[in-house]
């Protein structure tokens, strides 16, 4: 007995586009990248609504915006327009005709039994055919053809009329006809019959859906999109036949008459025409939302027939619409508006790449809980957004410190003083070091009591942790005070500003919880602020720079946290110009009075007696400012730092982290300084 085997099936894979979610390759969504640009744009003042549509217009260094996307889709336009002209069929008909007269000039030449008589009256209106190819055609229509290859170029003719009448109507029909038989062409007409039935039967409003089922049941193979229902079908006819309608307007006067004139050979009888011409005006009834009446203007040298022209005419049509989607300028405009596919097939497929990823971004940012929607309706950058745009910005912060000195190490992070060699539970918001023996141990113990077996390994819990407790535990009340004036949007510190206020809110909140601070804006006036207000406020123009009020606010910080060390940190670009009366008004006055000097400082040496650290932050070249802030510090023992703009954020965070002071002046400097106002 022989032994045999199967062999297994042959095996085949098929590859096509990913089509069960997302796809698996597809590059990561840069949605840090785009919060970082749309969070500087809020803080320039612009709406989160509008900054999210700006960056999905302009895009990113690897990634085409929307204006490149809508930039190639006009491009593609003016390149259809510039390559094109609409006379192609009206071209060939002529070739077609003077191809036929030569023929039967020929045979008429070479017919020796043709009678005499016969022969001159032939060649006489061969002769004597009009110039318009139109009116030529119509002449020769009762014309007795010698020659076989003329009477079969006359007869193409027609055909090709008739074809190219129903490719303009029916996508296809050019090529479908190539061979068409009287049974096909008689076909044609009972569709367009029973269509027109059917389009008038709606118009009415008398049509049912078993109408629609039995017309596609009869006629359904000329209909290859296989629509649903009557307004499906409506709608693919409407379109097409809109856009025939915009290609005749696009014609000069004298080709749109000729091409009339000559529709009435299509097939040998102007029943085609007539019935397109009654299936226009039903089309047009129904759906008068179509484009009826545009034109476009073509300069090219390659000749379209009516059919493609048609198509061209389509195609621009969506171009057009493509445009209107990327521009994203109406209401409630949104990235899914955008019909992907038409860009693939229209512009290309890398362009429906760049369109499905500005897509995900945008869904992502509104999916993640980066971006929400206000009570007033408005789109506002969230609190974790904020978070994520501060973590940003302090790793920028982070490169450029790297390397300087007075920096806190981070190591030392939390371990704000001697350890004690006591341990503790470790509780929510604590920043000691782990005591990472007991942890472990405490691990091992409970696994055990719990009836586990520590030999497989145990799980950490949040309550094994034991920290390592430090004595001397010191903790700052941060003061941040930032000039609001409108001097410091006008000069381009306004987003400087608002990324330094977000950088060290970050820094404080996320790693020296224990810290608090408060952030205090000044303008003619100061106010107490927090990150979000400060980050979507918008500069006015409001005269006046209220140090002294800012100063009283910072004060109260600090005597609402008496054990804290305070610090205090000054960003600005001006001298004072306003302060609070007793009564609780502003006065303001430029050039700066001594009052309002006068009470700035007191305020200053107040917060000196307070412990406070102090550091201005001047921003500008302005020498008489610079000696200004200069005698400030002197006189409370602070310390003046003067960065560009694009090392404000770690400049103040270098400050915070404990940057060394610099030397101390006395009172009598900045009151000489005062008396002889040189500083203005």
Same mark, same amino acid.
């Given at each position: 007995?022989?032994?045999?085997?199967?062999?297994?099936?042959?095996?085949?894979?098929?590859?096509?586009?990913?089509?069960?979610?997302?796809?698996?390759?597809?590059?990561?969504?840069?949605?840090?990248?785009?919060?970082?640009?749309?969070?500087?744009?809020?803080?320039?003042?612009?709406?989160?609504?509008?900054?999210?549509?700006?960056?999905?217009?302009?895009?990113?260094?690897?990634?085409?915006?929307?204006?490149?996307?809508?930039?190639?889709?006009?491009?593609?336009?003016?390149?259809?327009?510039?390559?094109?002209?609409?006379?192609?069929?009206?071209?060939?008909?002529?070739?077609?005709?003077?191809?036929?007269?030569?023929?039967?000039? *020929?045979?008429?030449?070479?017919?020796?039994?043709?009678?005499?008589?016969?022969?001159?009256?032939?060649?006489?209106?061969?002769?004597?055919?009009?110039?318009?190819?139109?009116?030529?055609?119509?002449?020769?229509?009762?014309?007795?053809?010698?020659?076989?290859?003329?009477?079969?170029?006359?007869?193409?003719?027609?055909?090709?009329?008739?074809?190219?009448?129903?490719?303009? %109507?029916?996508?296809?029909?050019?090529?479908?006809?190539?061979?068409?038989?009287?049974?096909?062409?008689?076909?044609?007409?009972?569709?367009?019959?029973?269509?027109?039935?059917?389009?008038?039967?709606?118009?009415?409003?008398?049509?049912?859906?078993?109408?629609?089922?039995?017309?596609?049941? *009869?006629?359904?193979?000329?209909?290859?999109?296989?629509?649903?229902?009557?307004?499906?079908?409506?709608?693919?006819?409407?379109?097409?036949?809109?856009?025939?309608?915009?290609?005749?307007?696009?014609?000069?006067?004298?080709? $749109?008459?000729?091409?009339?004139?000559?529709?009435?050979?299509?097939?040998?009888?102007?029943?085609?025409?007539?019935?397109?011409?009654?299936?226009?005006?039903?089309?047009?009834?129904?759906?008068?939302?179509?484009?009826?009446?545009?034109?476009?203007?073509?300069?090219?040298?390659?000749?379209?027939?009516?059919?493609?022209?048609?198509?061209?005419?389509?195609?621009?049509?969506?171009?057009?619409?493509?445009?209107?989607?990327?521009?994203?300028?109406?209401?409630?405009?949104?990235?899914?508006?955008?019909?992907?596919?038409?860009?693939?097939?229209?512009?290309?497929?890398?362009?429906?790449?760049?369109?499905?990823?500005?897509?995900?971004?945008?869904?992502?940012?509104?999916?993640?809980?980066?971006?929400?929607?206000?009570?007033?309706?408005?789109?506002?950058?969230?609190?974790?957004?904020?978070?994520?745009?501060?973590?940003?910005?302090?790793?920028?912060?982070?490169?450029?410190?790297?390397?300087?000195?007075?920096? &806190?190490?981070?190591?030392?992070?939390?371990?704000?003083?001697? $350890?004690?060699?006591?341990? &503790?539970?470790?509780?929510?918001?604590?920043?000691?070091?782990?005591?990472?023996?007991?942890?472990?141990?405490?691990?091992?113990?409970?696994?055990?009591?719990?009836?586990?077996?520590?030999?497989?390994?145990?799980?950490?819990?949040?309550?094994?942790?034991?920290? #390592?407790?430090?004595?001397?535990?010191?903790?700052?009340?941060?003061?941040?005070?930032?000039?609001?004036?409108?001097?410091?949007?006008?000069?381009?510190?306004?987003?400087?500003? *608002?990324?330094?206020?977000?950088?060290?809110?970050?820094?404080?909140?996320?790693?020296?919880?224990?810290?608090?601070?408060?952030?205090?804006?000044?303008?003619?006036?100061?106010?107490?602020?927090?990150?979000?207000?400060?980050?979507? *406020?918008?500069?006015?123009?409001?005269?006046?720079?209220?140090?002294?009020?800012?100063?009283?606010?910072?004060? %109260?910080?600090?005597?609402?946290?008496?054990?804290?060390?305070?610090?205090?940190?000054?960003?600005?670009?001006?001298?004072?110009?306003?302060?609070?009366?007793?009564?609780?008004?502003?006065?303001?006055?430029?050039?700066?009075?001594?009052?309002?000097?006068?009470?700035? #400082?007191?305020?200053?040496?107040?917060?000196?007696?307070?412990?406070?650290?102090?550091?201005?932050?001047?921003?500008?070249?302005?020498?008489?400012?610079?000696?200004?802030?200069?005698?400030?510090?002197?006189?409370?023992?602070?310390?003046?730092?003067?960065?560009?703009?694009?090392?404000?954020?770690?400049? #103040?965070?270098?400050?915070?982290?404990?940057?060394?002071?610099?030397?101390?002046?006395?009172?009598?400097?900045?009151?000489?300084?005062?008396?002889?106002?040189?500083?203005?």
């Amino acid at each position: 007995m022989g032994r045999g085997f199967h062999r297994a099936p042959a095996q085949t894979n098929r590859y096509g586009r990913y089509s069960g979610g997302p796809d698996p390759l597809a590059p990561p969504v840069p949605v840090q990248e785009a919060l970082e640009a749309i969070g500087h744009d809020v803080m320039s003042g612009t709406s989160a609504e509008r900054a999210m549509r700006e960056y999905l217009r302009r895009g990113s260094r690897d990634q085409q915006g929307l204006d490149d996307l809508a930039r190639r889709a006009r491009e593609r336009r003016a390149e259809l327009v510039r390559r094109h002209r609409l006379d192609g069929t009206l071209d060939e008909v002529r070739q077609l005709l003077d191809h036929a007269v030569l023929e039967e000039r *020929k045979h008429l030449v070479r017919d020796v039994e043709m009678d005499d008589d016969a022969r001159s009256f032939a060649e006489m209106r061969l002769e004597n055919l009009p110039p318009s190819t139109a009116a030529a055609v119509n002449e020769l229509s009762d014309y007795q053809w010698r020659s076989p290859a003329a009477r079969s170029d006359y007869e193409r003719i027609k055909e090709l009329l008739g074809r190219e009448l129903l490719d303009q %109507r029916f996508a296809g029909m050019k090529d479908a006809l190539q061979s068409a038989t009287d049974a096909d062409r008689e076909a044609i007409r009972r569709m367009l019959g029973d269509l027109n039935d059917l389009l008038e039967k709606r118009r009415l409003g008398d049509d049912t859906a078993e109408d629609f089922d039995e017309f596609m049941r *009869k006629h359904g193979e000329y209909f290859p999109e296989n629509p649903q229902n009557l307004d499906e079908l409506m709608d693919g006819l409407a379109e097409r036949s809109a856009a025939a309608q915009r290609m005749l307007n696009s014609m000069t006067p004298e080709q $749109r008459e000729e091409l009339m004139d000559l529709a009435a050979q299509a097939f040998g009888s102007p029943d085609l025409m007539q019935s397109l011409a009654r299936l226009d005006e039903n089309l047009r009834s129904l759906r008068p939302s179509q484009d009826w009446d545009g034109s476009a203007s073509f300069s090219g040298d390659e000749a379209a027939g009516l059919g493609e022209a048609t198509g061209i005419m389509q195609e621009l049509a969506d171009l057009d619409s493509l445009s209107d989607q990327l521009g994203q300028s109406y209401p409630g405009a949104r990235m899914d508006d955008i019909d992907v596919d038409a860009l693939a097939r229209l512009v290309g497929e890398d362009a429906a790449v760049s369109a499905r990823a500005l897509r995900d971004l945008e869904r992502e940012l509104n999916e993640s809980g980066m971006l929400r929607r206000a009570s007033d309706g408005a789109l506002r950058l969230t609190p974790r957004a904020m978070r994520q745009l501060g973590r940003a910005l302090l790793r920028d912060i982070a490169t450029r410190q790297s390397g300087r000195s007075g920096a &806190r190490e981070t190591r030392n992070v939390g371990a704000a003083g001697d $350890r004690t060699g006591s341990t &503790r539970e470790w509780a929510f918001g604590d920043t000691e070091p782990w005591d990472i023996p007991r942890t472990v141990s405490n691990a091992v113990l409970r696994t055990v009591t719990d009836g586990g077996d520590a030999s497989t390994g145990v799980r950490l819990e949040t309550r094994d942790v034991e920290v #390592v407790e430090t004595e001397g535990r010191t903790q700052a009340a941060v003061a941040l005070l930032v000039d609001t004036s409108f001097s410091m949007a006008m000069d381009g510190r306004w987003v400087p500003m *608002k990324r330094t206020a977000l950088a060290l809110h970050q820094l404080i909140s996320s790693r020296f919880r224990g810290d608090s601070l408060q952030l205090i804006a000044f303008a003619r006036e100061a106010e107490v602020i927090d990150i979000e207000q400060l980050t979507a *406020k918008d500069a006015v123009w409001d005269k006046g720079t209220n140090l002294h009020h800012a100063l009283l606010l910072a004060q %109260r910080h600090f005597r609402r946290n008496p054990t804290a060390q305070p610090v205090l940190l000054i960003v600005t670009d001006g001298e004072p110009t306003s302060h609070l009366d007793p009564n609780g008004s502003v006065h303001f006055g430029y050039p700066p009075g001594q009052r309002t000097v006068a009470l700035t #400082v007191r305020e200053l040496d107040m917060a000196r007696r307070l412990g406070a650290q102090t550091t201005f932050f001047r921003l500008g070249d302005d020498p008489g400012l610079a000696r200004f802030i200069d005698a400030l510090a002197r006189r409370v023992g602070g310390q003046v730092v003067a960065p560009e703009l694009d090392d404000l954020g770690r400049a #103040v965070v270098e400050s915070y982290l404990g940057s060394r002071d610099t030397g101390r002046g006395s009172p009598e400097d900045f009151g000489d300084l005062l008396r002889g106002r040189s500083w203005w």
